[in-house]
């Protein structure tokens, strides 16, 4: 007889990860945050090279099950909302393994007001809350990259990080494209980068190269770069965070380049339009929002190597 009826999780840490709901909303309750609820199916998605939506016919019409409820809670924020958070379920096509499953349990939070400093200081006070792993340091991407790499990541020749890769024996995919910058940037973050991040405490990687500010605004500088930030503990990603985007046409751009990328990749292009970018024009107040994998962070809180044991029906046994 056959049990892959049987959860993949056992109960100890079934019953933590109903702990960490807990003590996650405790958090953000404690400091005012109103919890919401937005769509999991909607008209709208958001636009990334990299991020694949599940699409769904409804009576003819298509939508998307979210990647993040991102879209949604912006509008939230332009309709008069100040502190809000959400645990919710978002779905990304083909991702599946250890630290990935096509559909899986996220935190977003969104504070107006907020600038980076106080965005990584509440990120880093979350993770403190439900890891108890110590305050976190902050490492900006370049400071990462020269200690890493060897290489400052903002002035670096697309050649240099070509060779940089081949110096390091790693295996580029035969899809990288050679004058892919960010491409070549992000496989030395994976595979070089990454693994020594959050392993003696947890690790903020702020101040992105401009050409990875997905919806985060460019600060101006010498070089410019994207008020991005990233969560890393224990060398996995945790959390990604933005000093939000405001400009709807800027926002236009990005999801027209994007979309050429994507048809470049040889994937369908996204919607371009979007109820955010009437959002936007109506008037987005000033914020910073984070979205955390809280699947990751049970796993770490129960020493797990994959999520399939804090999950009680992953992909395979949905």
């Known amino acids: 007889m056959s049990n892959d009826f049987r959860p993949t999780a056992n109960w100890q840490n079934l019953r933590l990860r109903a702990d960490l709901l807990r003590r996650t909303r405790e958090f953000f309750d404690s400091l005012a945050f109103l919890e919401v609820e937005t769509p999991i199916l909607s008209a709208d998605t958001v636009v990334d090279r990299h991020l694949d939506p599940f699409c769904v016919d409804v009576a003819g019409r298509q939508l998307w099950l979210q990647t993040s409820p991102e879209f949604a809670m912006k509008r939230l924020l332009a309709a008069g909302a100040e502190a809000i958070y959400q645990i919710t379920r978002a779905f990304r096509l083909g991702e599946q393994g250890p630290l990935h499953n096509p559909e899986f349990t996220m935190v977003e939070w969104y504070r107006t007001g907020d600038y980076p400093d106080e965005g990584m200081a509440l990120t880093g006070r979350l993770c403190d809350a439900l890891l108890r792993r110590g305050p976190a340091e902050r490492v900006s991407y370049a400071e990462a990259f020269e200690r890493h790499v060897g290489l400052n990541p903002h002035t670096a020749e697309t050649g240099a990080l070509v060779a940089s890769v081949r110096k390091h024996g790693i295996a580029a995919p035969g899809s990288l494209a050679a ?24 690790t ?17 500088g010498d070089p410019p770069v994207a008020e991005r930030f990233e969560l890393f503990v224990d060398g996995i990603e945790l959390a990604n965070g933005y000093h939000e985007l405001l400009d709807a046409d800027e926002l236009s751009r990005r999801n027209q380049h994007v979309n050429a990328q994507r048809r470049r990749d040889g994937k369908p292009p996204l919607p371009g339009e979007s109820r955010l970018l009437a959002a936007m024009r109506a008037g987005l107040p000033g914020s910073v929002g984070v979205a955390m994998g809280f699947d990751r962070v049970v796993m770490l809180a129960a020493g797990a190597k994959s999520l399939a044991e804090v999950t009680a029906f992953p992909w395979d046994r949905a």
Do not use: F, K, M, N
């Open 179 to 202: 004058d892919d910058r960010d491409g070549w940037l992000e496989l030395l973050l994976v595979e070089r980068v990454r693994p020594h991040l959050g392993t003696e405490r947890p």
């Open 204 to 220: 903020i990687l702020c101040d992105y190269p401009a050409g990875q500010s997905a919806l985060a605004q460019i600060r101006d």
